[in-house]
């Protein structure tokens, strides 16, 4: 083939696609924004954004659990294992000192009867997600919660460990 034996420009096939590939680009954008939405517009890497969802998810769970004070369901939701009660030996953290800890006629509950609760910030902190809960609308002291990816359960922060506020 020539030069002179070159096909006629199509511009119909041209238009139909650009707008193919302006549409799939708009597309991807699109679902780039809904992702980073649903997953609560965290301030993180793309890549760390499904941890954001599922531990946010797993912490409102737990939460809601505890405010309608269904104990059980929401150690079952701590340890990620809803079957807990057939093998609680093996528990670092048993159910009576989380019934202790969580409980709203609980004395060691630094709470009280907890009724809401606002996830205010969260950050991959190591290989977990520090998440900072104003319990009951409390401004002063957020309960910081931690939630591993790879286990898929939820800890207490360690010590001295917990995302700023503001002032």
Do not use: C
């Not at 193919?20 to 992702?35: E, K």
Request: hydrophobic fraction near 40%; charge should be positive; aromatic fraction near 12%.
């Amino acid at each position: 083939m020539t030069l002179m034996d070159a096909p006629v420009f199509d511009e119909a096939r041209e238009r139909r696609r650009q707008r193919i590939l302006l549409g799939s680009g708009g597309l991807l954008v699109a679902l780039f924004i809904g992702w980073w939405l649903v997953a609560g517009r965290p301030v993180d890497f793309p890549w760390n954004w499904n941890n954001h969802l599922m531990g946010r998810s797993a912490a409102n769970r737990f939460l809601t659990a505890v405010e309608q004070n269904d104990l059980p369901k929401a150690y079952g939701i701590w340890r990620h294992d809803q079957d807990w009660q057939h093998h609680t030996q093996d528990a670092a953290y048993p159910f009576s000192r989380f019934q202790d800890d969580w409980s709203s006629t609980s004395p060691a509950n630094d709470y009280g009867a907890i009724q809401s609760h606002r996830i205010a910030a969260a950050r991959m902190y190591g290989n977990v997600l520090l998440m900072a809960v104003l319990i009951n609308g409390r401004k002063s002291k957020p309960l910081n919660l931690t939630y591993d990816p790879k286990t898929h359960t939820l800890s207490f922060a360690p010590d001295g460990v917990g995302l700023y506020l503001g002032p």
